[in-house]
Every structure is written in structure tokens, then in C-alpha cells.
């Protein structure tokens, strides 16, 4: 399967940041169902679900390959920490998790070392849940 042609197969997306302290934040896109759920490690009643409404859905599809978090995520696992990655000194992580259609997933993590397209990705995220997607 082509990278591009995987972008096309996710049903379901799930990105996570959080502190060494365990605060964070947790957005999981369904883009079967057409869901967006919203969890707060900060504070519990800031959670949510709603719906991914048709223009929401379509700038997701639209720009996500745009980040190339596929590729990325590859990188990390292939230990490629240097090509894709900055060194941080705060000891905060992000983990994400790819569903896709035929059943298989992709799923990546780390500490200290955050994607040098994550902006994009961030940007993505605040743009389609209307919430700040950035540590405290």
C-alpha cells in the first residue's frame, strides 16, 4: 500500500501529549462513525464527544497527509530519531495510534523528542476540536 493511499484508509486516529507530571491531552478521531472525542488530563470536565461535522472531516482528509505523520511515525519506530525529530529538554512524550481499514495499525511514541512536522499536526488537531493542543 502506498503511503498516500494509506491516508485514505484510516478509520480511526488517536494523538496524545503529555507532562512528566501525567497532565495532558487525548483527541481520538472515528472518521467512521464521524466522532471526535476530547480528554483532558488536566481537568476532567473539559472532556468531550461531538460530532465531525462534514467541513471538519474534509479539512482532516485534506491535510493530514500534509503533515506526514505516517512517514514519521515509521521513523521513530525505525529508530530514525535524528531525521525526523527535535531533542527536547522537557521530559514531555506524545503517543499516537493508527487504525486503518483492513485491521492493521501503526502506533509510535517518545519522550524528549518531538517531530519536527508536529506544528502541523498540533495546528491540525486545535483547527478541527476548537481547543488548545499544547501543554501546560
Not at 470536565?45 to 482528509?61: A, C, D, I, R
Not at 531533542?87 to 495510534?97: G, H, K, V
Request: aromatic share 14%.
Amino acid at each position: 500500500m502506498k503511503a498516500d493511499d494509506r491516508y485514505n484508509r484510516i478509520t480511526t486516529l488517536e494523538v496524545e501529549i503529555s507532562s512528566f507530571t501525567g497532565g495532558g491531552y487525548k483527541v481520538r478521531y472515528d472518521f467512521v462513525r464521524k466522532l471526535i472525542s476530547w480528554n483532558d488530563g488536566y481537568m476532567w470536565n473539559n472532556n468531550f464527544m461531538k460530532s465531525l461535522t462534514p467541513e471538519k472531516y474534509e479539512v482532516m482528509t485534506k491535510n493530514l497527509p500534509e503533515t506526514g505523520v505516517i512517514d514519521w511515525m515509521e521513523g521513530y519506530n525505525r529508530g530514525e530519531l535524528a531525521k525526523y525529530g527535535v531533542p527536547t529538554a522537557n521530559p514531555s512524550s506524545w503517543r499516537i495510534c493508527i487504525n486503518f481499514d483492513d485491521g492493521t495499525d501503526l502506533v509510535s511514541s517518545h519522550t524528549k523528542n518531538f517531530p519536527k512536522n508536529w506544528t502541523k499536526l498540533k495546528e491540525l488537531v486545535e483547527a478541527t476540536t476548537e481547543m488548545c493542543f499544547r501543554l501546560r
